[in-house]
């Protein structure tokens, strides 16, 4: 004999799919917090853990020649928040990182950078407000 039950509700009877990854191999445009406020946004060709080592290394070592974070650390004795480092946006392509990191300097005026990253054009600007940034290390 054949019975048939009910399952209930349809989603029940689904699973969730959750797209699990691995933030440190991430690459794309990522923003490190300082205990002042201020913030530095940068690109990463690398992975997300190997950029951070250097930041790191940058940071210990007074590297304040070649790393704006290593600068305003020696400067105002600051905390950089290494460890919480958010990715706003996943990009594998180079152009498209350099890009975007340069949208995110502008839209985050209190910035570490010493630059602004590759020229955008004035004619582009409007489109900087329709950009959202996501915290994707956090989803």
């Known amino acids: 004999m054949t019975q048939f039950s009910r399952l209930g509700k349809i989603k029940q009877g689904m699973r969730l799919a959750k797209y699990n990854f691995d933030r440190h191999q991430l690459k794309g445009v990522y923003k490190i917090n300082c205990s002042c406020g201020k913030s530095y946004i940068?690109?990463?060709?690398c992975s997300l853990q190997t950029r951070l080592k250097e930041h790191g290394a940058n940071i210990m070592n007074g590297r304040s020649c070649t790393s704006a974070l290593a600068e305003h650390s020696s400067k105002t004795k600051?905390?950089?928040?290494?460890?919480?480092?958010?990715?706003?946006?996943r990009?594998?392509?180079?152009?498209?990182?350099k890009i975007r990191e340069a949208f995110e300097?502008?839209?985050h005026p209190q910035n570490l950078n010493k630059d602004n990253g590759i020229?955008?054009?004035r004619s582009r600007l409007?489109?900087?407000k329709e950009i959202k940034t996501t915290n994707i290390s956090q989803e």
């Open 91 to 97: 990009e594998e392509q180079h152009h498209r990182q």
């Open 126 to 128: 409007p489109l900087i």
């Open 105 to 107: 300097i502008i839209k």
């Open 78 to 89: 600051h905390h950089v928040y290494l460890e919480n480092t958010s990715i706003f946006a």
């Open 119 to 121: 020229k955008i054009s």
């Open 42 to 45: 940068g690109e990463i060709g």
